[in-house]
């Protein structure tokens, strides 16, 4: 009998030891879970929020504050971007805006010229002719030039901007800073000359070739904002067995990718059916391989034809080749001079110039003498890409448009 009960009670003692066990067990996933709950559940988007108040949320929760300032249309000390990453929340607050002492200062003018760079062969050799000439025209630099004029103009205050962005009018670079814009035509393979692959199985380019100097100057000036827009002609890159790699990596690393036509013709010499083939097989086949993912400008062969009147100019920007139907939002000349503004009034996206990227010691319209012009007319930001600036007496130039307008009155 008190064998019985003793075993009764053993059992009893072990049964409220289980359940203890196991009150204590949930009961530490459950706050294991609300942690991860929390953690999940962590506020990151703080924009147009006053910055006390957000300071006031990062201390609850202890989230440590990197702060930086820009001056913007929105209130003082209210955030204009946020981002949460490890605990540590990063936040760009509004200075307010700007006076029109600090604008005149700074000569800002966003109806100013805006230089889209045209190049083509990179190449690691040394120049034949006149500067970092490879070829008598120019058009195949050497990659020490290329990695100079890069330097140069980030010497200069300009920033890189995305072609796609300029002729959507989105400039987006810091206050008295200048927007430039790099392009490069033909797909040569030494643009992107792929050496090879890593341990885990990621291209390697050849640090001469031109992706090579862009990803090199990215890691050295960060806020150099480094792309450019790559056309494509039908080898792609020119590396059969990459091309396919190279593509998904240029848009991956911030690169666009664009049309230069399957056979490079001149556009003077051929028929528009010809034109619909060699515009539209381009945009077919970017849609098979980087569908939505590329830009609908093309940059056309020669800079031909070099009028819009030509019969062959409706079918650059709209047509269509064996049912496919395709639409042209832009296109690039061959040029000579900077653009204008994408708020000047004469702004035509379809029929864009560009700057011939080679030396001439000065002369027609070489780095050179682009720079020293673009001195006196060029585009300089107010660091607000919702906000146009302008001097007062240029309002006339002025497009209509819903972004802001600021004027002031130069001396």
């Known amino acids: 009998m008190r064998r019985r009960r003793r075993l009764k009670l053993k059992i009893k003692n072990i049964a409220i030891l289980l359940v203890f066990v196991l009150v204590i067990v949930l009961g530490v996933k459950f706050i294991g879970n609300s942690s991860g709950k929390e953690k999940l559940e962590l506020k990151s988007d703080f924009k147009n929020m006053k910055l006390s108040e957000v300071e006031t949320y990062a201390k609850e929760h202890d989230l440590k504050i990197e702060k930086s300032y820009e001056y913007n249309s929105l209130e003082k000390d209210y955030v204009i971007e946020s981002t949460l990453k490890d605990k540590t929340l990063t936040l760009v607050i509004s200075k307010g805006e700007i006076s029109k002492e600090e604008l005149k200062e700074k000569g800002v003018n966003e109806l100013g010229k805006v230089p889209i760079m045209m190049y083509h062969g990179i190449v690691d050799e040394e120049a034949k002719y006149t500067g970092g000439n490879v070829d008598k025209d120019g058009y195949t630099r050497t990659s020490d030039a290329f990695l100079k004029d890069l330097e140069f103009y980030y010497e200069k205050g300009y920033r890189m901007v995305r072609l796609e962005d ?138 031909s034809p070099y009028k819009k009147t030509h019969a062959n100019y409706s079918y650059i920007l709209k047509g269509e080749y064996e049912g496919y139907s395709y639409e042209t939002e832009a296109a690039l000349r061959v040029g000579w001079e900077s653009e204008v503004s994408p708020f000047d009034t004469s702004f035509d996206k379809t029929f864009l110039k560009r700057c011939r990227a080679y030396d001439n010691n000065g002369k027609e319209f070489d780095i050179e003498m682009n720079f020293k012009l673009l001195d006196k007319n060029r585009f300089i930001s107010d660091g607000d890409k919702d906000i146009i600036t302008i001097p007062e007496g240029s309002r006339d130039k002025l497009i209509e448009t819903d972004k802001k307008i600021i004027t002031y009155e130069e001396d």
């Open 166 to 303: 300029y002729i959507n009018g989105i400039i987006d670079v810091p206050l008295g800073y200048s927007p430039i814009i790099l392009t490069f035509d033909d797909g040569n393979a030494n643009n992107f000359k792929v050496t090879g692959k890593d341990s885990k199985g990621n291209l390697e380019f050849d640090p001469k070739s031109a992706i090579g100097i862009l990803e090199t100057i990215k890691k050295k000036y960060p806020d150099y904002n480094v792309t450019a827009t790559f056309f494509l002609n039908e080898e792609l890159c020119n590396q059969k067995e990459y091309n396919q790699e190279i593509m998904d990596w240029l848009i991956e690393n911030g690169y666009d990718i664009g049309n230069h036509t399957t056979t490079h013709p001149d556009f003077t010499t051929i028929s528009t059916s010809k034109t619909q083939e060699v515009v539209g097989k381009i945009y077919k086949k970017f849609d098979e391989m980087i569908p939505g993912k590329y830009v609908k400008i093309v940059a056309l062969p020669f800079g």
